[in-house]
């Protein structure tokens, strides 16, 4: 049965380059402690190279110029320790979590799907590279020997069966003591190395070599048991683990970030590996949540009407950035305040389930441009809520629809532009209350197909439209025997004059039970629209309405000279000819007294 | 046989420097066959000129040339119903892949048809997008009219509650408050909206409703902002609707229809049982509590149609319903 070990030389360094690439030529050593008594944890084999050694204290190691110092972050550890499983676990489903660095998974049958073991392996190793973790990857027809040739060979190795002893001989006895790198490492360990050491025993060759009965009388069964492991005699059943669906990712900042675009290229690179390990477990993401901490001693700039996170930030066509905080015209203009810790936190529902580090990304910008923080940031949490794949299957006939992830994007961008309750589609509320509707997140349903297609016949009469005026238009009206009879709309001069035709009152009220109770007369009226700017287009209408009239009935006619006369009336209008017939609906708010246009009849 | 004019140099960058002698070229197009002379003075040699001749031959975007007798006619687009029978006989449907302005005055239809158009682009189970530019969409007429509000994506216009709160930290005569201003202005959201959601492809129909926006800001619009609107949806299924005071499109819309509401075209009536004296149901003796605005009747009229030369019939007429009365 073939196991495979992934394992991680020097994982915090790693872990640390993973979220820096751009420093994997560079020589880079992991302080740990707290300052001024930082020690190096560890060191890459730049570092290593150039004679940096774990233990050196910060002020040993600051002499080399080259060297770059990080913080051990247990953030990006635990995110790094993260991506391994979900490598191990895009291949097989039993996979154990022997460490922080080290990952052993079951092989068997695996080699129907990916190959042979050696391409099991290299694909292993390339899929690894792709979550940016540089690792060794071993196989072996038992887990330990896997482990302790994936600790002791660089790149891919693969080991035959039988073979064991053979290709684990020129490792050095460390391998076998996993433990030994940590400063807590037992001493009967070190007892175990000393002894061999005395013996001239340095690798796992001479260690096999030894007679087995002596050994157990010098070193008791501890002893026998290493030398089998150094033999690869000893197979032992894996402890599988199932690692959660958690995809975050983490990055503690060294000095805190004001600006938004250097934090949409730290955002772009978390991105990547968020999508890069969803796409790993065959997963998308339907929920992203970006979590900054913000610097806690920050004094900002907040206006006394402005909501309270918008303070420092200003809003600018080009990249945010950070307003005068300490002093400046802003700041003469605007109070000061100084905000505990705190949190900002943004979620991004997604309509589908999607897996595009560059969408993300923009939605990302789009909002938080809309939203800034408001503080500068130390701390950048991402993390992904996972979902199934959205699996389509497209049809030849069926109607075409936007693409989930350019619909998001373009509705993000217009949503910058005129407001995000200003974008999207609505739903009618079970109410009589005028305007009773409420906008929601835009996500067309697929298209169901022909069959579900019904009244598709166009109509001979469509429905009169009512185009609202909003807020609605205040009126003076003047009233003659308790109807309307002549209307002056103020903000709109075109609503001006006297009523020609009127239906209603049509009375409705309700909520009266609430404080915002309503009552209402609304009635459809008929009027002369005096625009300037509508200026009648002398076409063929013109002569049609003539030639119309004197053909029409005795009511039509009539009628037309009625309203003849009243179009040439001085008073509602000055030209005929710019004048045409409107129908508004007027309401008279029972509640306030008061009359408005609320809307025309289009 | 057609003859043009070819300077190969300025044209398609050939290196004449070889042969310095030759300042001009012909290429003769012969429907279907394409033959290239070369004049030159002197005279070349014909082994010369044979190689000449093959190099010019090779250059690929002179194969790329094809004869004006040779472009193909483009196809006629596709057409799709504009959910109002007599419109639609009319014009033969809204063309898809162009852009279709609809205008006319105050109450004489034009919002009526733009929800008939949505109401059938959504029952075609196409995603349709209404622009608001005024911000004068009601829903409950659009739910009469029989528009799935669930395919509708609805963009109101106008000044951005978000943007507009750091307002009074701005110098109103900087640059940056003039571009603010410009960004804020509900024509210009509703054009970058439109280019927008153009480029992002997939919508059945587009529909800008310009009918509220006074008609010297409508002009102000410039040309080619409509021939990059024709030119995005070019090609696409996605019907353009525009809807506005007068046309603002000109020459770049394929189908301009003018609509006019019939001088006496408000429609009021008695439920019940109308008298047959006009003076009754439409004169004051008749009380205002029992008329009905029963629709409005409209007139249309095309006023420019690309596709079609000589329509055979250029107006018509058709009543609108209310929805009380539907």
């Known amino acids: 049965m073939p196991f495979a070990c992934i394992f991680v030389p020097d994982f915090p360094v790693e872990a640390v380059l993973r979220a820096a690439p751009e420093l994997r030529t560079q020589s880079v050593a992991v302080l740990e402690g707290k300052p001024p008594l930082q020690k190096v944890f560890a060191t890459n084999e730049q570092a290593r190279a150039i004679g940096v050694e774990s233990g050196m204290t910060k002020i040993q190691v600051e002499p080399w110029t ?136 340095r690798n796992l060759r001479a260690l096999c070599a030894l007679p087995e009965v002596a050994l157990s009388e010098r070193l008791g069964q501890h002893g026998v048991r290493l030398q089998q492991l150094a033999r690869g005699l000893i197979s032992r059943t894996l402890v599988p683990v199932e690692p959660a669906l958690v995809f975050e990712e983490a990055m503690e900042l060294d000095h805190p970030l004001v600006l938004l675009e250097p934090l949409a ?104 441009k809309a939203h800034p923080p408001g503080a500068p940031i130390l701390k950048v949490h991402l993390a992904a809520e996972p979902a199934q794949p959205r699996n389509v299957q497209g049809g030849l006939f069926l109607p075409p629809t936007p693409e989930p992830e350019k619909l998001e994007l373009t509705l993000a961008r217009i949503a910058g532009m005129v407001g995000e309750d200003k974008v999207g589609s609505l739903q009618l509320l079970d109410s009589h209350r005028p305007e009773a509707f409420r906008m929601q997140r835009f996500s067309p349903a697929e298209p169901k197909g022909e069959k579900e297609k019904t009244n598709d016949a166009p109509s001979s009469a469509p429905v009169t439209a009512l185009r609202m005026f909003r807020p609605p238009l205040r009126a003076k009206v003047t009233l003659h025997d308790g109807k309307p009879k002549h209307v002056v709309c103020p903000k709109r001069k075109e609503i001006h004059g006297q009523i020609l035709w009127m239906a209603g009152p049509w009375r409705s009220s309700g909520d009266w039970w609430e404080q915002d109770g309503w009552s209402r007369d609304e009635w459809d009226i008929a009027m002369q629209s005096c625009g300037a700017d509508t200026p009648v287009r002398q076409s063929i209408f013109a002569r049609q309405t003539s030639v119309a009239g004197r053909q029409s009935s005795g009511k039509l006619l009539a009628l037309s000279h009625q309203l003849s006369a009243k179009e040439q009336s001085p008073v509602d209008c000055q030209s005929t000819s710019k004048s045409s017939l409107a129908l508004y609906r007027l309401v008279h708010d029972l509640l306030s007294g008061q009359w408005f246009v609320e809307g025309t009849y289009d | 046989m057609s003859s043009l004019l070819i300077d190969l140099e300025a044209a398609f960058s050939f290196p004449v420097s070889s042969v310095p002698q030759v300042r001009v070229r012909s290429l003769d197009t012969n429907l279907g066959t394409t033959q290239i002379s070369v004049e030159a003075e002197p005279p070349l040699s014909p082994q010369r000129s044979a190689t000449l001749l093959k190099q010019i031959s090779s250059i690929p975007k002179l194969a790329a040339v094809t004869p004006a007798s040779r472009l193909e006619i483009r196809p006629a687009p596709d057409r799709a119903s504009s959910g109002t029978s007599p419109l639609d006989s009319l014009t033969g449907g809204l063309p898809r892949g162009c852009l279709t302005e609809i205008c006319g005055p105050d109450s004489s239809g034009r919002t009526s048809l733009l929800l008939s158009a949505l109401a059938a682009g959504t029952r075609r189970e196409e995603v349709c997008t209404l622009i608001d530019v005024s911000d004068a969409f009601h829903p409950h007429s659009a739910a009469a009219a029989g528009v799935n509000l669930e395919r509708l994506l609805w963009i109101r216009c106008g000044a951005n509650t978000q943007s507009s709160l750091s307002r009074k930290r701005r110098n109103p005569t900087s640059l940056e408050e003039w571009e603010r201003r410009r960004v804020e202005d509900p024509v210009e959201q509703a054009l970058r909206a439109a280019d927008l959601l153009l480029q992002s492809s997939g919508f059945g129909m587009v529909a800008i409703d310009l009918a509220g926006v006074p008609l010297k800001m409508a002009r102000r619009i410039p040309l080619t902002t409509w021939f990059r609107f024709r030119r995005a949806v070019e090609n696409t299924p996605t019907i353009l609707l525009v809807i506005g005071q007068q046309s603002c499109a000109q020459s770049c819309a394929s189908l301009s229809l003018q609509l006019q509401k019939s001088v006496l075209s408000s429609r009021f009536s008695v439920p019940s049982e109308p008298s047959p004296n006009p003076q009754e149901t439409f004169g004051e003796p008749c009380p205002s509590h029992t008329k009905l605005l029963n629709g409005l009747e409209i007139q249309v009229e095309i006023l420019r149609s690309s596709t079609e030369r000589k329509p055979v019939q250029s107006t018509s007429a058709f009543a609108t319903k209310t929805a009380w009365t539907a």
Do not use: Y
Request: hydrophobic share 45%; aromatic share 6%.
């Open chain 1, 265 to 368: 290229f730290l955002l772009a690179h978390m991105l990547d590996q968020v999508c890069a390990r969803l796409a790993a477990r065959a997963l998308a993401a339907q929920e992203l949540r970006l979590q900054l901490e913000l610097d806690s001693g920050f004094h900002f700039v907040d206006d006394l009407d402005c909501h309270p996170e918008r303070g420092v930030f200003e809003h600018s066509e080009g990249p945010m950035h950070i307003a005068a905080a300490a002093s400046g015209s802003s700041a003469t203009r605007s109070s000061r305040a100084t905000r505990d810790s705190r949190h900002f936190t943004r979620t991004l529902q997604l309509p589908v389930p999607m897996l595009d580090a560059k969408v993300f990304l923009k939605l990302l910008q789009l909002d938080l």
């Open chain 1, 66 to 201: 080259e060297l770059v110092l990080r913080p051990r972050s247990s953030l990006q550890e635990t995110a790094a320790h993260a991506a391994l499983l979900d490598c191990a676990q895009s291949f097989s489903p039993r996979v154990e979590d022997t460490a922080p660095d080290t990952v052993l998974l079951d092989l068997s049958g695996l080699e129907s799907l990916f190959g042979s073991l050696p391409k099991i392996a290299c694909e292993i190793g390339r899929r690894t590279s792709d979550l940016g973790l540089e690792a060794n990857v071993a196989t072996a027809f038992n887990p330990d020997t896997a482990m302790f040739a994936a600790r002791g060979f660089p790149g891919v190795t693969v080991i035959p069966e039988g073979k064991e002893a053979e290709r684990l001989g020129n490792l050095p006895l460390d391998v076998l003591f996993p433990d030994l790198a940590e400063p807590e490492a037992s001493k009967s360990t070190a007892n175990f190395l000393e002894t061999f050491d005395l013996w001239g025993v």
